[in-house]
């Protein structure tokens, strides 16, 4: 299998869209502790902004890269490979966290207050999941980008 070749454009998007889920885990830590001092409303506000930024770095280029270059190039090339296991369990989750991030959102829009409470222990594992999946996409980029990067 040859290496895919890389331009320098790719790899600065590649890099804006990892800054802005590193600023988006910035803003899930600021809303826990917004929550953690009781201001609800606040923390449904930036947990809100947190998931649009997601989202749209996920439909902007998480699935135009996952469709376009990793699922050929390496997928089906050799499912079995470290790229392609890393991949495919980091989309996972991270569809997963993006799902349970939006049922939160769109809940607390639509019932307000009320229905967040009894959403609680769900919200921690969607932070989990969510955290595991930023984790598979910087090794992720580590293996796909760095020699890019160093080189």
Do not use: D
């Amino acid at each position: 299998m040859t290496q895919m070749p890389i331009s320098n454009s790719f790899v600065i998007i590649v890099t804006v869209s990892l800054l802005v889920q590193l600023a988006v885990l910035g803003l899930l830590l600021y809303g826990y502790l917004l929550k953690r001092r009781l201001r609800f409303q606040q923390h449904g506000f930036i947990m809100a902004v947190a998931v649009f930024l997601h989202l749209t770095v996920v439909f902007t280029v998480m699935i135009p890269s996952f469709v376009l270059a990793i699922i050929p190039e390496y997928v089906v090339a050799n499912v079995a490979s470290a790229t392609s296991v890393v991949s495919l369990i980091h989309a996972s989750f991270g569809a997963t966290a993006l799902t349970l991030g939006l049922w939160f959102v769109l809940g607390w829009r639509l019932k307000g207050l009320k229905g967040c409470f009894k959403r609680k222990m769900y919200m921690r594992w969607t932070l989990i999941v969510w955290a595991t999946s930023l984790l598979l996409g910087i090794v992720l980029y580590i293996i796909l980008y760095w020699a890019a990067l160093m080189g």
